[in-house]
C-alpha cells in the first residue's frame, strides 16, 4: 500500500496517565489543566498537530497509537491512518466539531504495516470512541463521533 502523509505530532497526555496536560505556546511549556477521575486514564498517547487549528481554535488533537508511553512534548513522526469525526457539546449547549485524528509512530513494531484506520483491530476504535465520550461526560460535555474518515481522506482534511 502507498506510504500515506507523516505528519509530527507533540504528545501532550501519555498513555496511561490521568493527568491532562494543555501545551502553553505563550511560555512554551505545559500546564497541568485536570486530573481525571479515578480509574480514567488515557489509552494511548495523546496530543496536538503542532501549527495546525481545529474549531475550537486549539491545534488539532492526534491519539498516537503507540506500544508504550512517552512524555508531555515528546515529537513523534506519525502515519496518519485516519480520524474520527465528533461533534462536541459544550457545557453551554454550544457544538463544534472536534475531530480526532489517529496516527501510527513510523518507528511502530506493533502496527509497522496499518496504514488506515480500517485495519484496526475493532477493539482499538471501540475503546477509543468510549473514552472520549467518557472524558467528556466527566468535564460536563458531550461528544459524539459522527463517522470515520479514511487515512486519504484525513490527510485532504489536514491540507
Do not use: W
Request: aromatic share 8%; with cysteine.
Amino acid at each position: 500500500m502507498k506510504q500515506l502523509k507523516t505528519i509530527t505530532a507533540m504528545v501532550e497526555c501519555p498513555k496511561g496517565f490521568n493527568q491532562k496536560f494543555d501545551y502553553d505556546p505563550d511560555d512554551q511549556r505545559f500546564r497541568l489543566s485536570k486530573i481525571l477521575p479515578a480509574g480514567l486514564v488515557f489509552p494511548f498517547d495523546f496530543g496536538m498537530i503542532p501549527g495546525t487549528k481545529g474549531e475550537d481554535g486549539d491545534p488539532l488533537d492526534i491519539i498516537i497509537l503507540d506500544e508504550n508511553p512517552t512524555f508531555p512534548g515528546c515529537l513523534i513522526d506519525c502515519r496518519v491512518i485516519g480520524a474520527l469525526q465528533a461533534v462536541q457539546t459544550e457545557r453551554d449547549g454550544s457544538t463544534m466539531r472536534n475531530d480526532r485524528f489517529l496516527g501510527i509512530p513510523e518507528v511502530s513494531q506493533l502496527f509497522p504495516n496499518i496504514n488506515d484506520m480500517t485495519e484496526l483491530p475493532e477493539n482499538i476504535i471501540n475503546q477509543l470512541e468510549h473514552f472520549f465520550s467518557n472524558y467528556n461526560e466527566q468535564a460536563g460535555k458531550k461528544f459524539k463521533v459522527t463517522g470515520h474518515l479514511s487515512a486519504a481522506a484525513a490527510v485532504k482534511l489536514l491540507k
